[in-house]
């Protein structure tokens, strides 16, 4: 057994990941047998670090080369769009938070507004950070388009 495979076999015991129930056995499962084909491959330090940052980005849905913006990558996802005077609305193919509609395109989570929530019923009170998305999220967007998010902390008024 590889140490990458001995190493994930203690994490996901760590965090309960195991065989007690049959949805967690499956996933346990699973997990160990894509580490073990990853395994298999013979990755030294570099190129199991490319593979993990390509094969991240792509399980994610993520583009690996910027957005260009050619009517190839756009799909129409609404007609009559209230607010527009075109009516249309458009997703992006290769990025499906990033949209195009008469005013322009822009990406709908660009921005992600974070807060300090505590209650005394989560981890006895200690503030931790929540995060979300509205529709002040919404960032320009020009082409060629690397994604971008930037974080902003959400101050109650």
Do not use: C
């Not at 769009?81 to 509609?101: C, E, I, P």
């Not at 009170?125 to 959400?154: L, M």
């Amino acid at each position: 057994m590889s140490n990458l495979m001995k190493f994930a076999e203690s994490e996901l015991d760590l965090i309960g990941l195991n065989d007690d129930d049959e949805m967690n056995g499956m996933m346990r499962k699973h997990i160990l047998h894509m580490i073990g084909e990853f395994s298999n491959e013979g990755h030294s330090g570099f190129s199991a670090n490319y593979a993990v940052n390509l094969l991240s980005k792509l399980l994610k849905y993520e583009p690996l080369a910027p957005l260009t913006g050619e009517d190839s990558e756009w799909m129409e996802i609404a007609k009559e769009m209230s607010g527009s005077t075109n009516g249309t609305l458009y997703q992006n193919k290769r990025l499906g938070r990033v949209f195009k509609d008469d005013t322009g395109a822009y990406d709908s989570e660009g921005k992600i507004f974070w807060e300090w929530y505590s209650s005394p019923d989560v981890d006895d009170g200690k503030p931790y950070k929540t995060y979300f998305t509205s529709r002040d999220s919404r960032v320009p967007v020009t082409f060629p388009y690397t994604p971008t998010q930037i974080y902003e902390e959400r101050v109650a008024e």
